[in-house]
């Protein structure tokens, strides 16, 4: 694993003044709070989220789908999303009109209190 010893940048970091939500946004938030589950036990503690993202296009970066993504399920369950230590995500290329998301929402456990690397 290579390291570099700089510190991230936040989305929240990267833009100057304030940001609005699109009206495509707006209806994105609307309609994956409405067809996500009602009722989604969410571990106590640190969390694991897994996301399976289906794109029509190889063209498609999956990084960008995660910010508003995690914001939707953190607003719909209730919980802070700095509970989450560990994302794993993977892309698949499907049939246009197929497109989804898949997720899992798991308690991440540290062994011995370090992290295990399973990547």
Do not use: C, H
Not at 16 to 32: A, H, I, P, S
Not at 53 to 62: I, Y
Not at 69 to 79: E, N, R
């Amino acid at each position: 694993m290579t390291t570099i010893r700089l510190k991230a940048l936040s989305v929240n970091d990267s833009w100057r003044g304030r940001r609005f939500k699109t009206q495509e946004y707006k209806d994105y938030e609307y309609e994956l709070s409405f067809l996500l589950p009602t009722f989604l036990k969410i571990p106590k503690g640190d969390l694991k989220l897994e996301i399976l993202v289906g794109f029509s296009s190889k063209a498609s970066d999956l990084d960008n789908i995660l910010k508003p993504f995690i914001d939707v399920l953190q607003k719909k369950y209730k919980f802070n999303d700095n509970r989450i230590y560990k994302l794993k995500i993977e892309k698949e290329i499907i049939l246009k009109g197929k497109e989804f998301i898949k997720f899992k929402i798991k308690s991440y456990g540290k062994k011995n209190g370090k992290i295990e690397w399973d990547f």
